[in-house]
Each structure stands twice: as C-alpha cells, then as structure tokens.
C-alpha cells in the first residue's frame, strides 16, 4: 500500500465525512437492519390510523411490561408506564436512577398521516352511484389519491356511548374502494389545470356502491342499500355520520422495494419510521439513567392543534405527572428536560435534485438525519436547535457509531416545512429534529431505506438509555 500524501491526510483530518452508509456498513448491521424492518412493516399494516398506532403501540408495550400510569401511585427506577391520550396519542416512560425533576430524554414523534377524511354528511346518491364526500387531512398532491385501492378505517361514536370500529379493505377478501379520475381521452380541459388543482379538493368523492335495494319504486335507493349494509354491520343510521372519525387510506401493504430489498414502501411512513424506532427503542432500554420518554403524537400533519396534538399541554401534563409522583416540581422537569423531535426529512430523489441544495440535502442510505431548522423563507416557523445541543447530540451519535447525516427541507425559498419541534422547544426543553429520509413523502405510498430505519432505532435508543 503507498503511503498517504500531505493532502490527503489533511483531508482526511479536516474534512467532513460525508459517505454512504450502506456501503460501509458490516453484513453484520445489515441483518440486524433486515430483521428491524420485518417488525416496522408489520406495524405500518396495522397501524394505518393514528387511533390503531396507539391500540398497536400499547400492546406492544404492555407486552413488555408497561403498564397504565396511575396518579398517587409510586413507581421506582425501571418502572415502565404509559398514557393513553384519548387512544389517539400515547406516552411511555421508562422511570430513571435520577430524580424526574433532573431532566426526562423525550423521544417525539407523530403517528398521523396525510388521508382522506370523510365529511360530516359524506354519502351520497348520484347516477345511481353511491359516494363518499371527504375533506384532505394534511399536505396532499391530490391527484395522487385517484384511480388506487383506498380502505376505510376509523370509529362510528353512537350517542349512548357505543364505539363502533371500522375497518374495510385491507384483507384480501375485502372489498375496497376508489375516487376515480377523468379518462385521457375527454381530458383535454382538465388537463390545462396546474398540477394542484388537477384533482380539486370538491372532486375528491369516493365510490362505495352500486346496488340498489329492490323496490319497485322509490329514489336512492343505491344509498339505501349501503345504509342498509352499514345498519346491519355496526347499527348506525345516516345521523350517526355526525359523529365519526372516518379516515380513506391507502389499501396497500408495506413491502420491499427494488431488486436488492434495500428499500420500503409504504403508506405513512411519515411518521412511522420515526414512531417505530421511538417505540421499539423505549421498550428495550433498561433502567434509564434519566426518565426516558417516547411521545407518539397526533395531529401533527394539520399543525399539532388540537388536544392529541403537541401544541396541546399534553405532554406538559405527562411531565408533571411524572415529576410529582416523586414529590418533584413539573417546571423544573420540563426545564431540565432534552427532545429528539423524531420526523422524517426530504431524501434527495435522482429525478428531482433542483429542489435540494446539494451540501446541506440528505440522501437514502446516508442514516438518521439530524436537522438543525425546518421552517420556510427566514427560518420563519421552526426551533432552530442550539449549537451547543447540537453538539452534544453529535457527540451522542458518534460515540455510538451511529450513522447520521445532516439535512436541510430543500432548498431556500422553494417551500418549506416544520414539525412538532417548535412546540416542544416552546416549552422551554432543549429540542433538535432526528429523522430518516423519505422519497415520495406525503404521497400514498413512501419510500425509504432500511438502513437509515434502523440508524434512527439506534439514535433514539442510545438518547433515552
Ligand atoms: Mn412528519
Ligand atoms: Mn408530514
């Protein structure tokens, strides 16, 4: 072997590495990543809503040895509990050796996606076609929604208290259903439209049926039959709409992508591949040193608002619940306290490279990517983390030999977006977002790498061990 010159032992001192994981990676972490990402697929299938990332997540957990906290009682280190925010967001703690007045390590991330929720008074009769109306949830490229296999899940909430679970179209023996699109032949019109309003959010209607219930005379009667099914199903009337959280979603499975099976698709990666590696992680640490904590959020696709949101107090409470069954002040827990803000971040996609500045862009296989600011225009709208966070989270990282990259959302003033990040720094916590690149975000099937999936279970892990 020749020896290295002056130049390139420099670089080698002074430059940034910035490589390939993958290629680097021993066949060793490469089975481990194959063998993690066989449990992620089959949580992404059943846990398409945020409602069955919570029931899914929970089991999981309980089956580990968490159970749900109790206020007054007093738990001890290595103690493992959870919340259950209205079975749409959830928090699990591992209880730490130091006092919960010390700091917790929270984990973040959110387990709702962009979907197609159905309106208030959804069905209806048109041509002796029966439809469903639907309102986005979330940032959707609507005409990605049309002419695909969509399943129906969510709950029906009757007035004495009764909640009725949906679910249709994922099992192979299901019926499914689909909004269907404009043939290219009588187009011509639609297709001088831009690109977001190719589909219009009003054209978004779901086909649900076409039988129509024997009579001789009568109208609807294709939207009798339906009701007449759903009636015999789950004993709700057309009122009970009103009260219902209906979400389309995608009906595929996850599954492999690409020759070599280095890849996933899926729907709602964003933000299962963060949510999973959360969870995974905080139920196999041990005993903590500090109190860890893995916040499954919801509502994070339309802003956090909301009660399950984290703009909410939710996780404020969670903290001070902890905090005060030691005897502890919650003020002092939250201010101590440090948050990897888990959310995925653009990949770079070969055919569409303009959008990224290519030095401060993330790539599939490069690993957990370490975001400093999301935001759009100056910044405006994000937690832009701290240096000295920063730094300590990179000393985390490598110490570990965790595989990261740092990412940027594309290039300035082209867009933009933000996570949960914001919030939880509004609480006064020392926040930075954490995440796994992804192809196609938003759209109805993502794309991402094993690799980086499994180098965020390993980020998350060693922050909250
Ligand atoms: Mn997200
Ligand atoms: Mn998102």
């Not at 187009?187 to 009579?215: C, D, M, W, Y």
């Not at 939250?334 to 770079?348: H, P, Y």
């Not at 300035?412 to 977002?433: E, H, K, P, W």
Request: charged content about 25%; some cysteine; overall charge negative.
């Amino acid at each position: 072997m020749s020896e290295k010159t002056q130049v390139e032992l420099l670089k080698e001192q002074l430059f940034k590495k910035n490589e390939n994981g993958r290629q680097k990676a021993s066949e060793e972490v490469l089975n481990k990543a194959d063998e993690y990402c066989e449990g992620y697929k089959a949580f992404l299938d059943s846990a398409k809503t945020e409602r069955e990332a919570v029931k899914t997540a929970v089991a999981m957990a309980e089956k580990a040895g968490f159970t749900e906290f109790e206020l007054g009682k007093k738990y001890n280190a290595g103690d493992k509990v959870y919340i259950n925010n209205r079975g749409k967001a959830v928090a699990f703690a591992v209880i730490g050796k130091e006092a919960v007045e010390k700091g917790v390590n929270i984990t973040a991330a959110h387990i709702d996606s962009p979907r197609l929720d159905l309106k208030p008074n959804p069905l209806y009769e048109e041509l002796e076609l029966a439809l469903f109306k639907t309102h986005y949830y979330g940032g959707i490229k609507k005409y990605q929604w049309t002419a695909i296999p969509l399943a129906l899940h969510g709950v029906f909430a009757l007035k004495d208290g009764t909640i009725k679970e949906v679910s249709v179209g994922e099992r192979d023996d299901e019926p499914k259903f689909v909004i269907n699109d404009l043939l290219p032949h009588l187009a011509q019109e639609q297709s001088k439209r831009t690109l977001n309003e190719g589909i219009k959010g009003e054209e978004l209607n779901v086909l649900v049926g076409s039988h129509p219930f024997k009579s001789d005379k009568g109208s609807e009667l294709v939207k009798l039959n339906i009701l007449k099914l759903l009636n015999e199903k789950y004993g709700i009337t057309e009122e009970d709409f009103l009260s219902a959280e209906l979400e389309m979603v995608p009906a595929v499975k996850a599954t492999d992508l690409g020759f070599d099976r280095s890849l996933i698709g899926a729907y709602g990666q964003d933000d299962r591949v963060c949510a999973y590696p959360a969870l995974t992680a905080i139920i196999d640490i041990d005993i903590p040193q500090k109190t860890a904590l893995a916040v499954l959020a919801d509502k994070e696709e339309i802003g956090s608002m909301g009660n399950t949101g984290l703009e909410s107090d939710f996780l404020r409470y969670v903290i001070g619940d902890l905090a005060k069954m030691q005897g502890g002040d919650p003020t002092v827990a939250i201010r101590n306290s440090k948050c990897l803000s888990a959310d995925v971040n653009a990949g770079t996609d070969p055919t569409f490279q303009e959008v990224m500045e290519r030095r401060n862009a993330s790539f599939l296989n490069y690993g957990v990517v370490v975001t400093k600011y999301t935001g759009a225009r100056g910044k405006s709208g994000t937690s832009d983390a701290s240096a000295e966070f920063v730094a300590s989270v990179r000393n985390m990282l490598d110490t570990a030999e965790i595989v990261w990259q740092s990412g940027e959302l594309g290039r300035v003033d082209l867009g933009g977006g933000g996570t949960v990040a914001q919030y939880i720094a509004n609480m006064g916590v020392d926040v930075v977002d954490l995440g796994v690149p992804v192809l196609s975000m938003h759209a109805p099937f993502e794309t991402t790498a094993k690799f980086d999936v499994y180098m965020c279970y390993k980020a998350m892990y060693e922050f909250m061990r």
